[in-house]
């Protein structure tokens, strides 16, 4: 889920939750009418650009009575165009209690409100300050990878969550390696050895991983918890690691999955982990890297999650994350043979630009 609302590059409102069927505004501790108005309008904009999918806000703990909302909201509504007003809803949560599943509503919909709902009573875990120079390098070597298109550096402060200062750093540490524009945006003109062995190398450093064992004496498959992660209806998760440079790369040489790796989404600086038992519970955290991992969570720290979604519902890591993965992983001839694919993959898309 994204931390803020902003706005694409191509000027459209950005909404909290974006799935197939819905967009999911969440506003918490709502103190007057006038922030349900102006929350409402967001929903409508988002209504006018998605117009076959609905909108729904959602309020946690609002400070203003149930009834009270029913009505305004009810007001507002009955104003609006019929194929704006019959795709508007309002869901209410207090105390991390929530009613009935809205009428229409899919139930992956409904599933990623009751989990995000679900996530504000169970203990946060805190994590580090983001390394945000290396997730700009990372994008930017992404957009190498994916698009040749040069980029701005407002761009790549919206997606990564930093500041200009943080960009230019990471720029000017990319050094000939950067093409620069005449409207000041910049793009990659090959691959930057470099940059890529630091972060590499530092990889264990600079990102955070925690990684989990089977404490019974059956465990459980990497595929099989790939099922239940997709039973789960996580919208924020997405699969890297071996899987991931598969989807990414078919021909990659490599027989099994040795472990199932995930990337999470977590923008902010904290995050619940009670997801983890839903998959398995006798996954047990580990910090001996000795010890055989079925799991492997990396947390995603920049604000867009920059995850693909493939023709079978799953949420895929993107290439260069799954590099990082395989890095980790100590499958450094995988990871070798998928930056060949990649450079090559990139080379092409330029001659075909």
Same mark, same amino acid.
């Given at each position: 889920m994204n931390e803020l609302m902003g706005k694409n590059d191509d000027g459209n409102t950005k909404p909290d939750f974006n799935s197939l069927?819905?967009?999911?505004?969440?506003?918490?501790?709502?103190?007057?009418?006038?922030g349900l108005r102006d929350s409402l309008i967001?929903?409508?904009?988002?209504?006018?650009?998605?117009?076959?999918?609905?909108?729904?806000?959602?309020?946690?703990?609002?400070?203003?009575?149930?009834?009270?909302?029913?009505?305004e909201f009810e007001d507002i509504r009955s104003a609006l165009l019929p194929s704006i007003a019959e795709r508007l809803?309002?869901?209410?949560?207090?105390?991390?209690?929530?009613?009935?599943?809205?009428?229409g509503m899919n139930e992956a919909d409904w599933a990623f409100v009751k989990n995000w709902i679900a996530t504000l009573k169970e203990p946060q875990v805190a994590l580090p300050n983001p390394d945000k120079k290396s997730e700009v390098l990372l994008f930017i070597l992404l957009q190498w990878i994916t698009d040749k298109a040069p980029i701005s550096s407002r761009w790549i402060e919206r997606t990564v969550g930093c500041s200009y200062r943080t960009v230019s750093a990471a720029i000017n540490e990319l050094g000939p390696a950067i093409k620069r524009?005449?409207?000041?945006?910049?793009?990659?003109?090959?691959?930057?050895?470099?940059?890529?062995?630091?972060?590499?190398?530092?990889?264990?450093?600079?990102?955070?991983?925690?990684?989990?064992?089977?404490?019974?004496?059956?465990? *459980?498959?990497? =595929?099989? %918890?790939?099922? &239940?992660?997709?039973l789960?209806?996580?919208?924020?998760?997405?699969?890297?690691?071996? @899987?991931?440079?598969?989807?990414?790369?078919?021909?990659?040489?490599?027989?099994?999955?040795?472990?199932?790796?995930?990337?999470?989404?977590?923008p902010g600086k904290s995050v619940n982990l009670s997801f983890i038992h839903q998959l398995d519970p006798a996954l047990e955290r580990t910090r001996d890297r000795h010890r055989p991992a079925r799991l492997v969570l990396h947390?995603? *720290?920049?604000? =867009?999650? %920059?995850?693909? &979604?493939?023709?079978?519902?799953?949420?895929?890591?993107?290439?260069?994350?799954?590099? @990082?993965?395989?890095?980790?992983?100590?499958?450094?001839?995988?990871?070798?043979?998928?930056?060949?694919?990649?450079?090559?993959?990139?080379?092409?898309?330029?001659?075909?630009a």
């Open positions: 069927t819905a967009v999911i505004e969440i506003k918490q501790n709502l103190s007057a009418l006038r967001q929903v409508i904009k988002l209504l006018s650009q998605y117009p076959e999918k609905q909108g729904y806000l959602l309020l946690l703990n609002p400070g203003i009575g149930s009834a009270n909302l029913d009505d809803h309002l869901i209410i949560a207090k105390e991390h209690a929530i009613g009935v599943k809205p009428k524009e005449s409207d000041r945006r910049v793009r990659l003109k090959y691959f930057p050895e470099e940059s890529w062995r630091r972060i590499a190398a530092m990889a264990q450093k600079i990102r955070t991983s925690m990684y989990y064992v089977d404490a019974s004496d059956q465990s *459980r498959s990497p =595929e099989s %918890l790939l099922k &239940r992660l997709n789960i209806g996580r919208h924020d998760i997405a699969i890297g690691g071996v @899987l991931g440079a598969k989807h990414h790369f078919p021909n990659l040489d490599i027989v099994g999955t040795p472990r199932l790796d995930i990337c999470l989404h977590v947390y995603i *720290r920049r604000k =867009e999650t %920059l995850f693909t &979604r493939g023709e079978n519902g799953f949420l895929w890591a993107d290439p260069v994350e799954c590099l @990082l993965n395989l890095y980790d992983a100590r499958l450094d001839v995988q990871a070798a043979h998928f930056v060949e694919f990649l450079t090559a993959q990139s080379e092409k898309s330029n001659e075909n």
